[in-house]
């Protein structure tokens, strides 16, 4: 006659976890990672200030390196009504056979927009702050341009600002971001007040 065993907890409990489940596990963390990490600027507003921000400086440094090397001038044109912006390359340098270079600037719509919640607070130029219509910034031949600040403003908070203050001759950027309701001002004696 066989004598019942008594339940013994089967080894699987006391052994742990597989390296296949703690692969799986590991998968699933790193695919909510990459869900989760690039979209905290969503999250954070003054994240999604300083992102807009942070384009428009590069694509402006970039606009200054390439008139430099062209020898041409080259703008980046500001839509404060419609929170874009886009670069303005001279019309021969995008021409094809079958387009006349009056009307090819019109016709280029390569228009970028602004992340949602910012928004421009206006462009100063010193004598004048512009803060409606559309705003063309200039680089010469050389890669100069007037002394300029750009305002960045979220809508959610009146008060963040985010403001690249360029100067004309140098080419050198100023970032400074505020959140006491006061964009920094130009004043008409710096550098580039041409």
Known sequence: MRTPTPNLPSTRATRGFTLVEILVVMALIGLLMAMVVPNLGILVPS????????VIQR???????????????????????????????????MLTRDQDASTLEELLDNWKELEDDVVFHGIDTGAQLFTRGTYRLVFDEFGFSNDQIVHLRLTS???????????????RTVVTETSDGNPPRLQQTNEGAF
């Open 157 to 171: 908070d009146p008060n963040e600002f985010w403001s690249l203050t360029l100067m004309g001759l140098s080419g």
């Open 59 to 93: 694509n402006l440094d970039l606009l200054r390196s390439e008139a430099r090397i062209q020898s041409k001038r080259i703008a980046m044109e500001f839509d404060l009504d419609k929170r874009r912006w886009r670069a303005v390359y001279p019309p021969e340098q």
């Open 47 to 54: 994240a999604r200030l300083r992102g807009s921000g942070t």
